[in-house]
């Protein structure tokens, strides 16, 4: 099967982090042309809101889900999707996103944690968040500047994966949604409802699904 064929291609170093910088263009554009783009939930839809199911079939159905997100996270234009972002119970998440060293990182992962980080590598940096189930909204929100998170593959193996900058903002931020967390859930009440203002104010360039 070609998906199989593609995760070959993923390996990981010594310590097991998943090596996601090689072939990006090659890997997006295979998962997301064989898949189908879905419409985007919206703060408000209940599967937004809860702890996701862990995934426990690796099996075409989540490699068809993945193919999906692909396409979806592309005609959306974001650098990170989770699984309930397209309305899907499930603890998965995919990125195609630039690190501050300009790398581009192009991967999937289930059933993702974030580690703890060591006191002395904590180091915030408070830049401006965006997500696309709260679409045209935005505010500056403090998250660590490194990030490690330990999953597994689309195959079940065990990897972790590892981002500085704006691609260690995407991993925390993708393992919050799938934990029931948006980052406007983090910001201050008035914050919040100046980025609930912004959405109610703007129009998604991408199609969304209505809250009842």
Known sequence: MA???????????????????????????????????????????????????????????????????????????????????????????????????????????CNPVLEELPPGERVLDDSNEGCLSVPTAYAALARPDYAVVRGQDARGNPVRVRGNGYFARCLQHETDHLYGYLYIDRLSKRDRKDALRQMAEGTPRYEVVPND
């Open 3 to 109: 998906q199989q064929e593609t995760d070959e291609q993923i390996s990981v170093d010594d310590e097991g982090f998943l090596i996601d910088t090689e072939d990006c263009e090659a890997r997006e554009a295979a998962y997301r042309e064989r898949g189908t783009s879905r419409p985007i939930t919206v703060v408000g839809n209940p599967v937004l809101h809860k702890e996701c199911k862990d995934v426990t079939a690796f099996d075409d159905e989540l490699a068809r889900l993945i193919d999906d997100m692909f396409a979806s996270q592309r005609t959306a234009e974001g650098v990170g999707l989770a699984a309930n972002q397209i309305g899907v119970d499930l603890k998965v998440f995919v990125y195609d996103c630039m690190d501050d060293d300009g790398a581009r990182h192009v991967g999937a992962i």
